[in-house]
């Protein structure tokens, strides 16, 4: 008979602001709310000094992103909720090495470069065995991230072996 009052107990659901899903969400848009807010207070650069968009633009931008994506995350929370795992998987542990490689590489060689691997890297980690989507990957995602700072930020990446070709022609 105890077992079955403990057991009806632990079926029931708890309120949704105690669920983890909720907290971690919660705070993270809570964060970004804030520092939302605070882009507001950022000065407004002339046109004259201006190299493509407003400083103030990207980061709210970025911000809006986090709030749309966490908030896609906890919807989707209830249709799966969580695992809880007691120990963090390997491939966790060799994404932050790769962060640390991507410094080295970055400072070293060319930042190109270094985004190039570094997405190589973490998708072979993450369970990507096909070649070939390895190398889209690795020739994709870096475009995109050039092109994205190129012309719509209008910021220049540091000097490297492959920015050198770029800038030179």
């Known amino acids: 008979m105890n077992n079955v009052q403990k057991q009806k107990r632990a079926n029931k659901s708890l309120?949704?602001?105690?669920?983890?899903?909720?907290?971690?969400?919660?705070i993270i848009i809570l964060i970004?709310?804030?520092?939302?807010?605070?882009?507001?207070?950022?000065?407004?650069?002339p046109p004259i000094l201006n190299r493509g968009i407003q400083p103030a633009t990207f980061p709210k931008g970025l911000?809006?992103?986090?709030?749309?994506?966490t908030s896609i995350v906890y919807y989707l929370s209830f249709k799966k909720p969580w695992e809880?795992?007691?120990?963090?998987?390997?491939?966790?542990?060799?994404?932050?090495?790769?962060?640390?490689f991507f410094i080295f590489i970055s400072k070293t060689l060319d930042f190109f470069l270094a985004i190039s691997l570094l997405s190589v890297f973490v998708s072979?980690?993450?369970?990507?065995?096909?070649?070939?989507?390895?190398?889209?990957?690795?020739?994709?995602?870096p475009?995109?991230?050039?092109?994205?700072?190129?012309?719509i930020l209008g910021l220049r990446f540091?000097?490297?072996?492959?920015?050198?070709?770029?800038?030179?022609?």
Request: aromatic letters at 22%.
């Open 143 to 151: 475009i995109i991230v050039f092109i994205f700072f190129e012309t």
């Open 158 to 169: 540091p000097p490297g072996i492959i920015t050198n070709i770029y800038y030179q022609v």
């Open 15 to 26: 309120p949704f602001f105690f669920k983890d899903e909720f907290k971690v969400s919660f």
């Open 63 to 69: 911000l809006v992103l986090i709030i749309v994506l």
């Open 124 to 141: 072979y980690c993450w369970g990507e065995r096909r070649v070939f989507y390895l190398i889209l990957v690795s020739i994709i995602f």
């Open 32 to 45: 970004s709310t804030v520092l939302l807010i605070s882009t507001f207070s950022f000065d407004i650069v």
């Open 84 to 100: 809880i795992k007691k120990k963090l998987p390997q491939p966790f542990f060799l994404t932050l090495l790769s962060f640390v």
